[in-house]
């Protein structure tokens, strides 16, 4: 059993409120999203695992069950090429649950046009592997978001 925590500080808002058909539809994978704090802050390992993928706008860190967790920092980050995005760690690091991965601040994301809600999904899982996914209310970084048998 793998116990996902959130890599920031927001409000959780569930899946099917994330403004991208891509993540609403749940086509990347089950799991729930977050609307973050709006103040520059560190994006934090869900797991403890290796960094098997890094971008400045998101980051998939696979535990030791083989269960990979995508976080993706904003909607269409992608396009801000990195602008207001800083790595923490490398491509092929462990890292532990709560370590910063990467800084980044979403009231600039923002103000550039772009939605910084954040999609914390479960990748190549069934939503029916997941458990007590919060979908809704306030959360803290390293808060529990769900369970993954």
């Known amino acids: 059993m793998t116990s996902v925590t959130s890599p920031l500080a927001g409000k ?5 409120a994330v403004p991208d058909p ?23 390992s869900p797991v403890d695992g290796v960094v098997v993928s890094l971008h400045p706008h998101a980051f998939v860190v696979v535990d030791s069950e083989g269960h990979g967790v995508l976080t993706h920092l904003g909607i269409d980050t992608v396009q801000l090429n990195g602008e207001g995005f800083e790595l923490l760690v490398n491509k092929g690091d ?3 649950r709560g370590q910063a991965v990467v800084r980044w601040d979403p009231a600039a994301v923002e103000a550039a046009g772009k939605s910084p809600v954040c999609p914390i999904v479960a990748l ?12 809704d209310g306030d959360v803290k970084s390293g808060d529990a978001l769900f369970s993954w048998k």
Do not use: N
Not at 126 to 132: G, H, N, P
């Open 12 to 16: 959780a808002i569930g899946l099917a």
């Open 22 to 44: 891509v993540f609403s539809g749940a086509m990347v994978g089950p799991g729930t999203a977050i609307d973050p704090v709006r103040e520059a802050g560190d994006a934090v």
């Open 94 to 96: 462990t890292v532990q």
């Open 124 to 135: 190549e899982a069934t939503a029916e592997s997941l458990a007590d996914v919060i979908e």
